[in-house]
């Protein structure tokens, strides 16, 4: 892989700090690593009764297991101290600039502790693509779009002037030919502090920028930055990815921000403890109600800066708590009070440097937070505690676990119960030829036939129950589409009747949130309901097939079926429209317009074509992405399932020396009750799992 050379290659200056009290939190995530470890053992028990065969498909299995790397997406409000909660997370006070300007739009994803080949980049940058950026140039992005549309000229005239003087800066900086970098990736063997600078950073000082001064060179058509770091603390794999927000001038923030949380299962909303939660905060609202609830852990930062925690910190939650019941948020989301500042001061060592405020904020909130085992802390991992760390690990270890991470062993484990059964078919077909009876199979051309026919029936089957379910969820998505837009027109009409042309009417698209998020909920059971009838007849099928193939009855055999994928949250829906503006121009665009019909037909176009992108973004891309999901999940089983049907087959033509070398012919009755022991173990463990999850 080709790597970009550094004239002046540094180090990191952001070293990783390494301290014990940095595990705390992270208890069920030693467990999930334990379980890992006591799943890997038992595939090394079938790797000694299966032989080379099963010794590679189990080897897989590991390997799947140890790449895991569950995601969380971090957002949050401008200046709430994100970053520097992020750096605080890994260990690493000074990684990311806290401080960068505002017009930065990367997303930052930390791989912690995630294996990659020995010749793979520690850092990726991704540039824009040439339409992304053709996009904000030349129509604004988002919000140029909705001023467009509106007829907001003087708005429009704003946002472009803006873009110009973006535009010139970002030539000032790379050259006349900067367009030649869209699309672009940049990868470097070494991370290091003039990177970050480099790409991630903005900086303020455009006017004063020297040629020779490469902070921020690149950090304006750098779409995202993909950085693999090392840290002790955490026991598995993980990745935090750090995102722009959304309040940003052209809306390209959000979309991006969008994206990211497409990519992650856990959000941690990051808030201000000065500002906390506000009408004023409807673009991050909207995004969360999209999640599931129990995926958000909300981090009310900066404490640190309250007169007093004790009494602060119960009223900002109520609060909180307050505002996202009276705006569709997430029901009864995980609140965690903490620092940020106070986790890195505790991380540095540095306790005296502490400014006095902060101290006492820092006492006060003691008095509240500790309990009985903080008696056995030093004074550092008391101030990790109070930072609020532990307590952000904790809840985002345990959505780990029982979340993704159950999800990820019970299906390993399933894949490991059917390897076990498909090695015990094998075995006993060879025992059976090693006592000189005679054994009656289908030939390979024969058993490989019927396979394909087994295959596209049953992939068949998925396409046209899938097909079923995504049409009913277009209709039901058109017509709730059909539905708001019919009554915020008639509401429309009413506040003319009622209160004339004069006062400007809002109406909150919430409603159509509301209705197409149901419309998805039940899309993802119907999702979930067909897959796993699918799937469940496909291993009735194979199992039938097995049976014709080798007539042979072997005890406990039976092959189980893969879980349903998880369906994505419908994250789009939290995109900003028209109606969620209320802005000069939405007024603008009210008092330009005269007559009834002129407002009924500019409103209904207008807000026809806003939510059209959304329609499409759930009725196409999700639902397509949803169904190769489905089908790619089933095409893996069924070809796993090909293998060790072959593979049993193979040992049907294997001559009587060759398959003493294989399994030799003593022990038998051990052989088999190792058997029954390690498909008992799995059984137990996928039970135990599904009641955790």
Partial sequence: MKMEELTDEGELAAQ?????????????????????????????????????????????????????EPSITMIGQIKSGKTSLVNAMIGRPDLLPADVNPWTSVVTSLHL??????DAPTATFQFFSKDEWDHLIENGGRIGELAARAGADAELEKVRSQIIEMRDKTKERLGRKFELLLG?????????DDLIERYVCMGDDFDDLEEE???????????????????????????????????????????????????????????????????????????????????????????????????????????????????????????????????NVALKGDLDDIVSDSADALYNWAETALNADATSMDTHELVWQLSGMPALYGALA??????????VLAASRKRALNLVSGVRASNTMVSMRLDGDTVA?????????????????????LDERMEGVFQQFGSRVDQSHKRFLDRALESLLQ???????????????????????????????????????????????????????????????????????EVPAPVSLGQTIALDLQTSWWKGWWKRRKGFRAFASGFYDLIEAETAPIIEELKQRQATAIRKSAESDLREFLGEQRALLNDISGKTELDIEDLENIFGIQAQ????????????????????IGKTG
């Fill in 495 to 565: 506040h003319l009747e009622t209160k004339g042309e004069d006062e400007v009417w809002q109406y909150s698209p919430d409603g159509l949130r509301m209705l197409l998020r149901t419309s998805y909920q039940v899309m993802r059971r119907n999702v979930a309901t067909t897959c796993e009838e699918v799937y469940a007849t496909a291993a009735k099928d194979l199992a039938a097939l097995c049976r014709d193939a080798f007539g042979v009855a072997v005890d406990n055999f039976s092959i189980t079926p893969p879980a349903a994928p």
């Fill in 441 to 461: 199979v289908m030939l390979p051309e024969e058993l490989n036939k019927r396979l394909d026919l087994l295959e596209d029936t049953i992939l068949k089957m």
């Fill in 184 to 192: 672009q990736k940049h990868n470097y063997a070494d991370l290091n």
């Fill in 213 to 343: 001064d490469q902070q921020g060179r690149f950090a304006d058509i750098t779409k995202s930055a993909d950085l693999f770091l090392k840290t002790a603390a955490l026991p598995i794999p993980l990745c935090i990815r750090d995102t722009p927000g959304v309040n940003d001038t052209f809306m390209m923030r959000e979309q991006i921000t969008i994206n990211a949380l497409r990519d992650s299962r856990i959000c941690v909303v990051v808030l201000s403890a000065h500002q906390a939660l506000s009408s004023m905060d409807m673009g991050l609202i909207r995004l969360i109600s999209n999640v599931k609830a129990r995926e958000v852990v909300i981090f009310v930062n900066r404490i640190d800066e309250l007169s007093d925690p004790s009494a602060q910190v119960p009223e900002i939650r109520d609060s909180i708590l307050q505002t996202l019941a009276d705006n569709n948020g997430p029901e009864n989301p995980e609140v965690i009070f903490g620092s940020a500042y106070w986790a």
């Fill in 113 to 118: 502790n995630t294996a990659i080949p020995s």
């Fill in 669 to 688: 009755n051990e052989r088999e009750e190792l058997f029954d022991y390690i498909i008992e173990e799995l059984r137990d463990d996928s039970i135990a």
């Fill in 398 to 407: 345990e959505r780990i676990a029982y979340g993704s991470g159950a999800e």
């Fill in 16 to 68: 990783a700090v390494q301290h014990d009290f940095m595990r705390n939190g992270l208890e069920k995530l030693d467990a999930f690593r334990d379980e890992v470890i006591d799943l890997e053992a038992t595939l090394a028990d079938v790797n000694k009764l299966g032989g080379a065969d099963a010794e590679k498909k189990s080897a897989r299995l590991i390997k799947q297991l140890r790449h895991f």
